[in-house]
């Protein structure tokens, strides 16, 4: 059974930053495309960002690219997202997921895993 230990979340003002993580055990982790999905309150539920299973490629939702990145450090099976100009727009639930097929572009292809991090921007 996987099991993730999320961390990082919290509230920041606008145009600040925070770096979500999650540390996945209980799977192969480089058998995986990680992922990093967020959900609002009131909105559906958005594919932000992914990254395949060696690192070398990466996804980024139009309304992140240039202020997120992810990566990934395998040694220690572990999933980045530095999240960096915040907006109030970015509040939501973020998740991390994994993706064991296919392309990591495919985002029905993603289990989410763990709880979930609250990320709440103020104004």
């Known amino acids: 059974q996987v099991q993730v230990v999320e961390s990082g979340g919290g509230l920041v003002q606008a145009g600040g930053s925070l770096r979500l993580s999650c540390a996945v055990s209980?799977?192969?982790?480089?058998?995986?495309?990680m992922g990093w999905f967020r959900q609002a309150p009131g909105k559906e539920g958005e594919f932000v960002s992914a990254?395949?299973?060696?690192?070398?490629?990466?996804y980024y939702v139009d309304s992140v690219k240039g202020r997120f990145t992810i990566s990934r450090d395998n040694a220690k099976s572990t999933v980045y997202l530095q999240m960096n100009s915040l907006t109030p727009d970015d509040t939501a639930v973020y998740y991390c997921a994994g993706s064991a097929r296919g392309s990591y572009l495919t985002p029905t292809f993603y289990y989410t895993w763990g709880q979930g991090i609250q990320v709440t921007v103020s104004s």
């Open positions: 209980g799977r192969t982790f480089t058998n995986y495309h």
């Open positions: 990254i395949s299973w060696r690192g070398g490629d990466t």
